[in-house]
């Protein structure tokens, strides 16, 4: 079947109406309840007669599984996507968060970006395929699952060890890329070969406590305070691994970046001040992730009254690992940081190293010839993100994974980027069709 068969505009009320409706079942995570929108997503593939199953990892905590059968000749691609939400703080919203809203030519809601509508996306590909009668030398594999954003442990991570037979998938399209970012020569679309690891940590400060009348030297407060300076101030040392020498390469057409690019390779050390010349907010914020491990503090927790000292307070830290480094490398770091802080008692509350698949893998050319097919300037690169997905999974077996959502080159990365996780999510239906007809194409291509 071609595509210019399909009606695109039907497709585009229907994935609207769909996605309107998913953003309004409410699985903020914690408590995730992701159960509604697996029974949701299973009722519409079950009405284009394509089978699905819910899985709970534990109560309430669904997954749903869909297979689309080929004929086997080769290996399962698998279409990944979570099905919960962060939390939203609705009195900052413009509309709430979970109203699924239309208002011009966008769909508002928690989730509208990450990642309901790549949800939506890969739901409306299996039903295309199933509808055309697309002969597939693959099974397609679609999974909606729990937990991503509280690590996965009752999402993707308990499918991978509860499944068998995610043990024949050696391909997965997941999250974590596919934004493009326009150029007078080429549009640049990122494709998430790898991301980076990570290492949360606990900082527990003992002092004194005391009536607050009387001040303390060893209020554990003012240690805290200390620390949170420290690591506020610290910047790791500079690295580029290869795959940030690859995606640096990807601008090599760009008579703006490419300049800015070759004196970060030629001298890494100086490469803070090189990147202040990055006109784009988001692509500066975003390469200075790929070229360090980070530290931020997140999280802290002391004292209940006011009048009283408290004898303990903590501090949790967020801290993302470029490829070679170790939670327990990061963990002596922040314990040289905070050598001379007494009663710092520091612990790794998870920790994982920095996973990354093949940017050689045939998938890749596929990716980009697709998106040449609906923006002839369209230019693929790999890179690695900061953030984790669910992909990291997938990668400890034998299976590529790589994180590509496409949205059209529009604007700065920085107003993508602020979406995420951000007040007032939403998505374009321009970006939401242009999504389905990139992946439809390379579904069809890859599993032909």
């Known amino acids: 079947?071609?595509?210019?068969?399909?009606?695109?505009?039907?497709?585009?009320?229907?994935?609207?109406?769909?996605l309107c409706q998913y953003l309004q079942?409410?699985?903020?995570?914690?408590?995730?309840?992701e159960i509604m929108g697996a029974r949701f997503l299973k009722e519409i593939l079950e009405r284009e007669g394509i089978a699905g199953t819910i899985l709970e990892s534990e109560p309430g905590r669904g997954n749903l599984i869909a297979r689309l059968k080929g004929k086997g000749t080769k290996s399962p691609l698998l279409l990944l996507s979570h099905i919960d939400v962060v939390p939203a703080e609705a009195e900052q919203w413009m509309y709430p968060p979970f109203s699924g809203k239309v208002v011009g030519d966008e769909i508002w809601g928690r989730g509208a970006i990450d990642c309901k509508s790549l949800g939506i996306s890969e739901v409306?590909?299996?039903?295309?395929l199933k509808r055309a009668g697309v002969e597939l030398s693959r099974d397609v594999i679609l999974a909606a699952t729990a937990d991503e954003e509280k690590g996965g442990t009752n999402g993707a991570a308990w499918l991978c060890k509860n499944r068998p037979d995610f043990?024949?998938?050696?391909?997965?399209?997941?999250?974590?890329?596919g934004v493009g970012v326009p150029g007078k020569q080429k549009n640049i679309y990122f494709c998430q070969v790898?991301?980076?690891?990570?290492?949360?940590?606990?900082i527990r400060l003992k002092g004194s406590p005391g009536h607050a009348s009387l001040p303390r030297q060893d209020n554990c407060l003012l240690s805290l305070g200390r620390c949170l300076s420290r690591i506020g101030e610290f910047r790791a040392r500079i690295q580029v691994p290869p795959v940030t020498t690859r995606f640096i390469e990807g601008f090599s057409?760009?008579?703006?970046?490419?300049p800015i690019f070759n004196r970060i390779i030629q001298n890494p050390d100086g490469a803070d001040e090189v990147l202040e010349e990055i006109p784009d907010r988001g692509l500066k914020q975003l390469v200075g992730t790929m070229l360090r491990t980070t530290y931020v503090p997140t999280v802290v927790k002391g004292g209940e009254k006011t009048n009283v000292i408290p004898g303990e307070c903590l501090c949790e830290v967020d801290c993302r690992l470029l490829p070679g480094e170790t939670p327990e490398g990061v963990q002596k770091e922040v314990e040289t940081i905070l050598q001379d802080i007494p009663q710092c008692a520091i612990e790794v509350l998870d920790g994982s190293t920095a996973s990354e698949s093949?940017?050689?893998?045939?998938?890749?050319?596929?990716f980009e010839q697709a998106l040449q097919r609906h923006d002839p300037k369209a230019k693929l690169i790999p890179y690695i993100s900061s953030g984790a997905t669910d992909s990291r999974f997938f990668r400890k077996g034998k299976a590529a994974a790589f994180g590509f959502a496409p949205v059209l080159a529009?604007?700065?990365?920085?107003?993508?980027?602020?979406?995420?996780h951000g007040h007032n999510e939403r998505i374009s239906k321009q970006n939401l069709l242009f999504g389905i007809k990139v992946l439809y194409e390379v579904v069809r291509q890859y599993c032909r």
């Not at 057409?253 to 490419?258: I, Q, S």
């Open 167 to 177: 043990e024949e998938i050696q391909t997965v399209i997941n999250e974590g890329g």
């Open 253 to 258: 057409e760009d008579e703006v970046l490419a």
């Open 410 to 420: 529009e604007g700065d990365l920085s107003h993508y980027q602020d979406l995420f």
């Open 358 to 366: 093949s940017h050689r893998h045939e998938i890749l050319q596929i």
């Open 194 to 202: 790898a991301e980076k690891g990570i290492c949360w940590i606990r």
């Open 1 to 18: 079947m071609r595509n210019e068969k399909i009606d695109w505009s039907e497709v585009l009320g229907q994935a609207t109406e769909y």
């Open 25 to 33: 079942i409410d699985t903020t995570n914690p408590p995730g309840n």
């Open 124 to 128: 409306m590909v299996l039903i295309l």
